[in-house]
């Protein structure tokens, strides 16, 4: 298993690289491409988070698991309560191409937070952590 891989930072720089192509797209065609890729970018994100912040925390061994998943999805959906929203009112005082400019920053803002996280909270010892998954797995 790959514990202290960037894999977070990495696809919120690739996210805000592809909502930034969306952006600037000038066809049809090159909207709808780029459409695509951020789906694919922003697909693993979550589940990638969930796995890292239980390894990096040692939630499992701390038998915190539920807790800590529920903040995760806590925050999630704030974000996809506030952003869609700031979006929308964004486009009513503009364009929708304009106000996807929010969504960059956004993106912009969650890599630095998740630089930070990932370069600031310490890892869980992989033994302990292999120890508790192999307890799971057996009953």
């Not at 202290?4 to 797209?25: F, K």
């Not at 693993?44 to 539920?66: N, R």
């Not at 952003?83 to 106000?99: D, N, V």
């Not at 996807?100 to 992989?126: N, Q, T």
């Amino acid at each position: 298993m790959v514990y202290h891989a960037p894999i977070i930072p990495v696809l919120g720089v690739a996210a805000a690289i592809v909502i930034y192509l969306m952006v600037i797209a000038e066809t049809p065609k090159a909207g709808v491409v780029a459409a695509v890729l951020t789906g694919l970018v922003l697909g693993p994100i979550f589940p990638t988070v969930v796995g890292v912040t239980f390894f990096k925390s040692a939630a499992i061994e701390a038998g915190t698991a539920g807790s800590v998943f529920g903040w995760i999805f806590a925050i999630g959906l704030l974000g996809a309560t506030l952003i869609p929203m700031l979006i929308g009112k964004l486009s009513a005082e503009g364009t929708i191409r304009q106000s996807m400019k929010a969504a960059v920053v956004v993106s912009v803002v969650l890599v630095v937070f998740s630089g930070i996280l990932w370069l600031g909270v310490p890892e869980a010892d992989p033994e302990a952590v292999e120890e508790v998954v192999a307890t799971v797995v057996r009953h």
